[in-house]
């Protein structure tokens, strides 16, 4: 069963850094599409960033490119989100998720396959 958790969220000062990550488990990703999406309140689920776990271009959401690196670390099957100069308008839960890859990175929630139950970062101002 495959299984996405993730970690690394908190409460931070607007400028501050966080890391997040995610540790799939339950099955084999060389061929998915690994994904950061967030969620603040009242408003829907968008995109943030993505990346092939074999490799490759990185994708990004205008509202974070610059400032927030995907990343992902092969010897510990783990994805990363580098979130640098952080905004109150980050402020959202951010969830890991995982496609099959299709030929395109997907960057709408519902072309995920599999979803961590995600993690709170909180920017204050």
């Known amino acids: 069963q495959v299984q996405l958790v993730e970690s690394g969220g908190g409460l931070v000062q607007a400028g501050g850094s966080l890391r997040l990550s995610c540790a799939p488990s339950?099955?084999?990703?060389?061929?998915?599409?690994m994904g950061w999406f967030r969620q603040a309140p009242g408003k829907e689920r968008e995109f943030v960033a993505a990346v092939r776990w074999s490799g490759g271009s990185a994708y990004y959401a205008d509202s974070v490119r610059g400032r927030f690196t995907i990343s992902r670390e092969y010897a510990k099957s783990s994805l990363y989100l580098q979130m640098n100069s952080l905004k109150p308008e980050d402020t959202a839960v951010y969830y890991c998720?995982?496609?099959?890859?299709?030929?395109?990175?997907?960057?709408?929630?519902?072309?995920?396959?599999?979803w961590g139950q995600g993690t709170q970062v909180t920017v204050s101002s």
């Open positions: 339950g099955g084999t990703f060389s061929r998915h599409v």
């Open positions: 998720a995982a496609d099959r890859d299709r030929g395109l990175v997907p960057t709408l929630p519902n072309e995920y396959d599999y």
